[in-house]
T-cell receptor, first 113, second 114 residues
Framework: DGGITQSPKYLFRKEGQNVTLSCEQN?????MYWYRQDPGQGLRLIYY???????QKGDIAEGYSVSREKKESFPLTVTSAQKNPTAFYLC????????????FGSGTRLTVV | QKEVEQDPGPLSVPEGAIVSLNCTYS??????FMWYRQYSRKGPELLMY????GNKEDGRFTAQVDKSSKYISLFIRDSQPSDSATYLC??????????????FGQGTILTVHP
């Protein structure tokens, strides 16, 4: 079945550590997105990529980094510069220009310990 | 001020009730409006979408957009316990660099009790 796979489902990070969240899709979608979800805040866009080897900052990119070396993969690194990384992270993909065609992964819950 | 405002609730209703969920927005460039449903610890799934102003109906769900008031609504008729979830409104502009980037409301937590 086609879809988006996010891993791990739960992730614990120590203070000062970088961690990488995985996002893989087999939908042949061009565009991929990372959102952060906090209670009472909705979803906020971190980074997005419309094509391989290109990505753009979203509204809250500070303390995060991404890469897009393959069409299927869009990993997100949460760096030690992110002051409050505890949140639910959602990856999504869509056919370029098809805004109704967003597909979301099941999310990764990141907790700082 | 957020571009999209949505009452986070929580909203609790008895089974069979009509539920009304609403969002207001400030960006007049928004043209596409969506409602997503998100179950606990899952990713959101698209429920309804509309373009510009007007109504759209799909089974027990009706989406309304009033661009003159910058106000959108989702109505759920004959609500069921399985409708218990967080409902997120989302919207985006018609073109340019905003196209494809969704702006979300805060989400409304809905509980339908038997």
């Amino acid at each position: 079945d086609g879809g988006i796979t996010q891993s791990p489902k739960y992730l614990f990070r120590k203070e000062g550590q970088n961690v990488t969240l995985s996002c893989e899709q087999n939908l042949n979608h061009d565009a991929m997105y990372w959102y952060r979800q906090d209670p009472g805040q909705g979803l906020r866009l971190i980074y997005y990529s419309q094509i391989v080897n290109d990505f753009q900052k979203g509204d809250i990119a500070e303390g995060y980094s991404v890469s897009r070396e393959k069409k299927e993969s869009f990993p997100l690194t949460v760096t030690s510069a992110q002051k409050n990384p505890t949140a639910f992270y959602l990856c999504a993909s869509s056919i370029e220009g098809r805004i109704y065609g967003y597909t979301f992964g099941s999310g990764t819950r990141l907790t700082v310990v | 001020q957020k571009e999209v405002e949505q009452d986070p609730g929580p909203l609790s209703v008895p089974e069979g009730a009509i539920v009304s969920l609403n969002c207001t927005y400030s960006n007049s460039a928004f043209q596409y409006f969506m409602w997503y449903r998100q179950y606990s610890r899952k990713g959101p799934e698209l429920l309804m979408y509309t373009y510009s102003s007007g109504n759209k109906e799909d089974g027990r769900f009706t989406a309304q957009v009033d661009k003159s008031s910058k106000y959108i609504s989702l109505f759920i008729r004959d609500s069921q316990p399985s409708d218990s979830a967080t409902y997120l409104c989302a919207m985006t502009g018609a073109g340019g660099t905003s196209y494809g980037k969704l702006t979300f409301g805060q989400g409304t937590i809905l509980t339908v009790h038997p």
